[in-house]
């Protein structure tokens, strides 16, 4: 049946041109944005992953930041004991040249001098972002350092913070509130030479403060100065050394564990970023074969219309 008042078949045409419309906005919206998934209509599951995923990046690259400031107050730490390891390896071979007979030893115990002066200087200034690992003017002892490792996400949704940490009590070099807390304060005891037999003797290479004393004799040297007690100073300097290597070897670890982590965290975030591309992004090459596709169906869709109508107007014949 022909009917002036219900045009089914533009009604139809109609419908189908008003879909492919629809569709071609959706190719075109993603096609301009780069997403597949761009809001949770789209795909509710993925865009909820997507969002979640992107918020544990931004939280990861939080952690690379904070392990960049970690990295580099270990390598003020690190930089700072390994000056101080050479400056008493010169400081050894100093009394170890004032062991030679004839030797003015206090023209070498002015050079001992200045060396623990650098010393002091050294631990003072190793400070990064307000923290020192190697200087302590506080009452309180320097406690573990916690720097912030990684951001993880457990399997029943809940996140946590995991740190890591250095025992910074055990690189401090001097501590003008106790001597024992330091590594160059802190009294060292030996068995030295005395005549034909040995005896025991304590040592320090400085003395914190000027309220604060610490425990033994300090090493300096004078005309006055045995061998005996000279090999007792060396023997100390040597202690200390060895406890300073062990420090820095300590401190190196750390640092390489840094590293490494946040090597892991840069390519953990780029997996993540690829995870979330595969869920959301648009297959720029599909999209846009579809779009070809779809204009021609528009193209077409309209011409359809257009048919449709124009049964109405060859009606028009009938009556002429």
Do not use: C, H
Not at 63 to 89: C, H, P, Q, R, W
Request: proline share 1%.
């Amino acid at each position: 049946m022909t009917s002036i008042i219900t045009n089914t078949a533009a009604m139809a045409a109609l419908q189908t041109l008003r879909s492919i419309d629809q569709s071609m906005e959706n190719t075109q919206n993603r096609v301009s944005s780069g997403y597949r998934v761009q809001t949770a209509a789209d795909n509710a599951a993925y865009w909820s992953i997507a969002t979640t995923m992107r918020s544990d990046n931004k939280a990861l690259s939080g952690v690379e930041d904070a392990l960049g400031l970690g990295a580099a107050k270990t390598d003020t730490a690190y930089t700072a004991m390994n000056s101080s390891i050479n400056v008493v390896m010169e400081i050894k071979a100093k009394l170890v040249a004032a062991r030679e007979p004839g030797v003015d030893k206090d023209k070498i115990n002015k050079e001992l001098t200045e060396l623990k002066n650098q010393l002091n200087s050294i631990a003072q200034s190793a400070s990064f972002s307000g923290e020192n690992w190697m200087y302590n003017d506080s009452t309180t002892a320097v406690g573990t350092k916690e720097m912030v490792g990684s951001f993880v996400r457990n399997a029943n949704g809940t996140v946590s913070i995991q740190t890591l940490e250095f025992d910074a009590s055990k690189s401090i070099l001097i501590d003008s509130k106790n001597a024992n807390r330091g590594l160059l304060t802190v009294g060292v005891t030996v068995t030295q030479p005395s005549g034909t037999t040995t005896t025991t003797a304590t040592y320090y290479l400085i003395n914190p403060s000027a309220t604060t004393t610490a425990t033994g004799t300090e090493v300096k040297i004078s005309s006055a100065t045995t061998d005996d007690n000279l090999e007792g100073m060396i023997m100390a300097v040597d202690t200390t050394l060895k406890n300073m290597t062990d420090a820095a070897a300590t401190l190196g670890a750390v640092n390489s564990r840094i590293s490494l982590q946040k090597d892991f965290v840069q390519s953990l975030t780029d997996v993540i970023d690829k995870g979330v591309g595969r869920l959301v992004d648009a297959d720029m090459n599909e999209e846009s074969t579809r779009l070809k596709a779809l204009q021609t169906q528009q193209q077409l869709g309209i011409q359809a219309l257009s048919i449709a109508n124009g049964n109405a107007q060859n009606l028009l014949q009938l009556f002429r």
